[in-house]
């Protein structure tokens, strides 16, 4: 699959949460208490979370049904993009 036509669905503006997702991934994963199941939903939360309000807020949709749709959208592409690419680099290192 083509991972650039999913980075094309995402706003350039929002593409800066794939890179704070890694991030934000790696350091759960150092947290003992933090089990390996739940970081990629923390992450979706996040990235829709900010989604939302990026879209409602800086782009003056307000809080309505399609901004939450759209934020949910993003946020689900921009946690998948980072998680795949978090096990690109790991099975990368493994070969």
Known sequence: MDWN????????ELLILIAICYCMGLFLKVIPKVPDWTIPLVLLVFTCCVSILYIAIQLKEGFNASTYLMGFIYGVLSAAVAVYGNQVIKQLKNK
């Open 5 to 12: 036509i999913i980075i094309e669905f995402i706003r350039p």
